[in-house]
């Protein structure tokens, strides 16, 4: 068995070192997922046929860079290195989910529902990860980094509203092209 990455020494005092373990893993979890969505977003946005979702994409993909260098504060702030935890298994649902995402459906609009479901899905798990690491921050007295966590978990939330807005209105679409379908399907029986 290997034994686990050496963290590093917090810059500040530490209350709770077992806490304060529980905030730094659990911060680089999210910053790995944001990560990986910079990373990935603008490969994907090429697959999507509508601009629009092209522009939300990217839209979020600069939402999730400020994000990031908050992170970057908040683990400079911690006197936390990155570097050496990078052999830490990464969450594995993030690298399945994306290459079923990139597997380009034949269906346009099932190809997009693909896409948002991925950053939907990454996104949620950020967002059901920050009220504890709120909590933590909050039990730790880092008042400046719960201030940076919850200006992220906003933004998280704002992503996550646009994403439920841009599903819903292809859903609205979906459903009325289908209607329009029905009706000159209905007329053109009638006319036979």
């Known amino acids: 068995m290997q034994n686990p990455p050496e963290i590093s020494k917090p810059v500040r005092d530490v209350p709770d070192t077992q806490l304060f373990s529980f905030l730094t893993a659990s911060l680089l979890s999210i910053y790995r997922t944001k990560r990986s969505l910079v990373t990935r977003l603008p490969k994907i946005a090429c697959q999507a046929a509508s601009g629009e979702l092209k522009s939300v994409m990217m839209e979020i993909t600069n939402d999730l860079a400020v994000q990031i260098l908050r ?5 400079a702030l911690l006197g936390f290195d990155k570097s050496l935890t990078k052999n830490l298994p990464v969450f594995s649902l993030n690298e399945n989910t994306f290459q079923s995402t990139v597997t380009k459906n034949v269906d346009p609009m099932i190809n997009e529902f693909d896409i948002l479901l991925y950053i939907s899905n990454l996104e949620s798990m950020d967002i059901a990860a920050f009220p504890m690491v709120l909590s933590a921050a909050d039990k ?16 998280a939330n ?3 509203a646009l994403i ?21 399907d209905v007329k053109a029986d009638n006319h036979m």
């Open 164 to 184: 439920d807005v841009i599903v819903d209105k292809y859903l609205a679409a979906q459903y009325e092209n289908r209607k329009i379908k029905l009706s000159l």
């Open 158 to 160: 704002d992503n996550r």
């Open 71 to 75: 992170l970057d504060k908040i683990f």
């Open 140 to 155: 730790l007295g880092f008042d400046d980094i719960r201030q940076l966590l919850q200006e992220c978990f906003d933004d």
